[in-house]
């Protein structure tokens, strides 16, 4: 089911691959479903990213963050399948993923997952 998901993420070719620069992507408007009530969740997810060969396309990333609307999962979940969908399609220099849900009986909840690429 993942690869079904990341499939949907389309790319571009990053016209300064030499250049370290960062790409922030905000995601007001994510909504999964918790597992145990069945109950919808809503976040922001903010991608942060240095590119190296490939950018993500936008219009995909979009639809892609829609496949998860119906989904049953759990915050951490959700935040490092996307973050591992992510560094799969774009094999970044750098990346960090930051879901931000909204207060569900008075708790909120902040997931922060990030990759690093070790090759030289």
Do not use: H
């Not at 993923?97 to 909120?108: E, Q």
């Amino acid at each position: 089911m993942a690869e079904a998901f990341r499939d949907i993420l389309e790319t571009f070719d990053n016209s300064y691959p030499g250049r370290n620069y960062t790409i922030e992507i905000i995601c007001p408007e994510f909504t999964s479903v918790c597992p145990k009530t069945g109950q919808p969740d809503y976040g922001t997810m903010t991608i942060r990213y240095i590119p190296n060969l490939k950018c993500v396309e936008l219009k995909s990333l979009k639809f892609y963050m829609q496949r998860f609307r119906n989904e049953g999962i759990f915050y951490e979940n959700v935040t490092n399948r996307i973050l591992d969908d992510l560094v799969a399609v774009l094999e970044p220099k750098w990346m960090e993923l930051t879901a931000s849900f909204t207060p569900r009986g008075g708790i909120s909840t902040n997931v922060v997952v990030e990759y690093a690429c070790t090759e030289k």
